[in-house]
């Protein structure tokens, strides 16, 4: 089965910049869903963003776009999450995930995932 590890998040002051990863081990199909989403305290798990594994456009949520990135390091299965301008209110824990559901678009929610990694906190101060 899958297995994903995050990894790289950690404190920043707001306007700052981290880059997580997320490494993942056994088989991921080209038309595999990668996932972003982020859990704050006392909130529901959010969508960040998500593309397929074989390529295509991704697909960000609005709260995210233009400053957050997603790729790609098939060869090492790996996705990475460049997220820049960081937001007080981006603080969370961050998780990736993995939908093996074949569809006409790009899931975004937590339910359509079938494996996840453990998360990696994201604590961006004022």
């Known amino acids: 089965q899958v297995q994903l590890v995050e990894s790289g998040g950690g404190l920043v002051q707001a306007g700052g910049s981290l880059r997580l990863s997320c490494a993942a081990s056994?088989?991921?199909?080209?038309?595999?869903?990668m996932g972003w989403f982020r859990q704050a305290p006392g909130k529901d798990r959010e969508f960040v963003v998500a593309?397929?594994?074989?390529?295509?456009?991704?697909y960000y949520a609005d709260a995210v776009k233009g400053r957050f990135t997603i790729s790609r390091d098939n060869g090492k299965n790996t996705v990475h999450l460049q997220m820049n301008s960081l937001k007080p209110e981006d603080t969370a824990v961050y998780y990736c995930?993995?939908?093996?559901?074949?569809?006409?678009?790009?899931?975004?929610?937590?339910?359509?995932?079938?494996?996840w990694g453990q998360g990696t906190q994201v604590t961006v101060s004022s």
């Open positions: 995930a993995v939908s093996n559901l074949v569809g006409i678009g790009l899931p975004m929610f937590p339910r359509e995932y079938d494996y």
């Open positions: 056994g088989r991921i199909y080209n038309n595999y869903n």
């Open positions: 593309i397929t594994w074989g390529g295509g456009r991704p």
